[in-house]
């Protein structure tokens, strides 16, 4: 029993991830083909777009996720939304949400397994 308990919980650590810095994805274009980079504790995921222009993914300081930071720091966006996030690889494409939720149902299922 304790040995199952003991890779129940050494399972579910390493799907839902221990540490405190996450990783965003960065690019700068139009087809969002994006790398994966590690960002620092105090960091969230900015995704920028261009009305009619680019998609800008990237770390970003969270306390410059605001308007009127953003637009000194793209001053070739004149006009944007944004959004900020602060979980690992949070600023995908919208088609990633999938995958998400595939790791999701794969964590549930494995807390559901440990507790039977």
């Not at 990783?23 to 083909?33: F, P, W």
């Not at 504790?41 to 993914?57: D, Q």
């Amino acid at each position: 029993m304790k040995r199952s308990l003991g890779i129940c919980l050494l399972v579910f650590s390493a799907l839902i991830g221990l540490g405190t810095a996450i990783r965003c994805y960065t690019c700068k274009d139009y087809t969002a083909s994006c790398t994966k980079q590690d960002c620092s504790y105090e960091n969230a995921c900015l995704t920028l777009n261009e009305r009619g222009g680019m998609t800008y993914r990237q770390c970003l300081k969270y306390s410059d996720c605001v308007y009127s930071r953003l637009g000194p720091m793209f001053p070739q966006a004149s006009n944007f939304t944004f959004k900020c996030c602060d979980s690992d690889l949070c600023n995908s494409a919208p088609s990633s949400a999938a995958s998400s939720l595939i790791g999701l149902l794969t964590s549930l299922a494995v807390m559901w397994w440990c507790v039977h």
